[in-house]
Structure formats: C-alpha cells, structure tokens
C-alpha cells in the first residue's frame, strides 16, 4: 500500500540508504557510484519522485585543498608557482605560509625578484604584496580565498592590494547532486543542473554536518528502470569535495505517482481555435 501522501498508486515507496564507504565505484572522495543487485523499475503508467530526506557528514573540510593550492608570481626574469600544503588556514597562518614560499632561493632565482612580502591588514581584511621591483600574480587557484578573485593577472608593479577581502572560513553550502536520474534544476549560471539538495555547512572542522528535509521537495526522475545512484558533493563554485578520509550517508526517498495527462487551458492561447483543431486531430490518430 501507498507509504506516502505523495504517493496516489498501489505500489509502494521506498528508502534508498546510502554510505559512502560502501560505494561500488569510487571515483573522488565525494563521487561515489552505488550499483544495486535488484532494479527499481517503474510502471508505464507512473513516474517516480525522488527526494533527499537525511544527510550527515563529518565536517572535515579544508579551506585549501589539493588540486586549488597553486599561486604564480612573474617579475622581470620569468615565473614560479609555489604549492600550498592542503589544510586550513586563518589569515595569519596564510600570511606565514606565503612568505614562507616566496623566501625560498629558487622562487627568487626563477623570478628575479631578490623579495616578495606579504601583509595583512586586520582592519581591512586584505592581503598586500610587495616586492623590490614589479610583479604581477598571474594565476591563483585558490584567488578566492585570499581576495584575489576577478583580478588575474593583476597589473605589474612592486607592491598590490588585493581587492576583496580574504575569505578563509571554508565553503558554506554542500550540494548533493545525482548525475544519472535526470533531474533539472538550475544553478546561479541559469544552466540546467543535477542538484537535488543545497546544505548549510553549520559547524566548524571536527564537528558533524547534518541536514532534515525541512519541507518536501521531491522532483520527477525520467527514468523507467533504476539499477544505479552517482553522487557528487560539490561546492559553491561546483568542486568535488575533498573529504580528507571523511565520509558521507544520505536517504533518497521514491514514490510513484500516475501519471496525468496534460490540461490545455484554450483561452490563454492566442491562436486558441487553431490548437483545438490540433488536439482534436492528435486525439482521432491516437
């Protein structure tokens, strides 16, 4: 029997319980692929609504990760990239660990630069550089974090102020997306997008990060037969997580729905006779 208000079949709904750990193909710590023994198939006549109804992670995210920790600097003798060790960082530690980087010999050598500092004011919440002669910072994949976003490459002189302020509090929101149900929903891009959920990462690093459908939201899923789940977590700015040997579960809820046939409202339309002939001959030919 129907196990829902959502539900109007005779077939009953179901709970898809999922950990990460036990993914059947694990493609990133936050890709995960689950493929079961038995299908969920759906009957000709139905849809299926799918929907998240619990999530829990523990929060043991960095606000640099691997993959986003790289910084170029090019002055008067060419370029270096300097590395971030993946962990998290505030604004002092950012600060120690760049100048730490751009002390080295060879990042002087590669660049002719003979110093590079950086500084922090703690009123304005912004990063300086400065250096014995001109530089421009020519890529950043973290830019972000230390306010440097939409300004790359900056212009060459010996000393910068970043723009933004730095941003070193980690991501706010989680995004749980299923890559093969179907689903579309749009992102801040106005591109169709797999996003089933949007969480609100609300404790700190160590803590656990948990998320109760607060309301119903379940969307139609375009498939008849389902033997397979492909989650991804991502971030604001779409990046898979790294969760550091962290992991994740989550419950998918499904329930069947008949399907309806589609209401034509004739005086909305401007050429209203014109689709009643339409409909009329679709009807006969059926």
Known sequence: MPNSTLNDTNKSGLNV????????????DSNKIFNFQDFISVPP?????????????A?????????????????TSGSHQITLTPKNYNATQMKDELNSKFSG???????????????????SFKYTFTGNTNFSITECSFDMEIGLENQLPTSSSSSYVCVDTILLGGISSIYVGIKNLGI???DSRGAVDNTIAKIN?????????????????YFICNRREINSL???????????????GGQ?????????????????????YLKKDDLIVENDKNNKEK
Do not use: C, W
């Open 230 to 244: 492909h989650i991804v977590l991502t971030d604001d700015r779409d990046r898979e997580l790294v969760l550091n």
């Open 248 to 268: 994740f579960s989550l419950t998918l809820s499904f329930h069947y729905v008949y399907k309806r046939n589609q209401k034509i409202l004739h005086q909305y």
């Open 201 to 217: 990462v609300k404790s700190g690093l160590g803590g656990y990060i948990f998320y109760d459908e607060p309301e119903n939201h």
């Open 184 to 186: 579309n929903n749009l």
């Open 59 to 75: 929060n043991t995210l960095y606000n640099i990760n691997s993959g986003f920790n790289t910084l170029t600097i090019s002055s």
């Open 105 to 123: 010999a060879s990042f002087l050598s590669d660049t002719g630069l003979s110093s590079l500092v950086v500084s922090f004011d703690d009123q």
């Open 17 to 28: 319980y999922l950990q990460s750990d036990n993914a059947s193909i694990t493609q990133g």
């Open 45 to 57: 006549d139905q849809n299926i609504l799918v929907g998240l109804t619990n999530f829990e992670m």
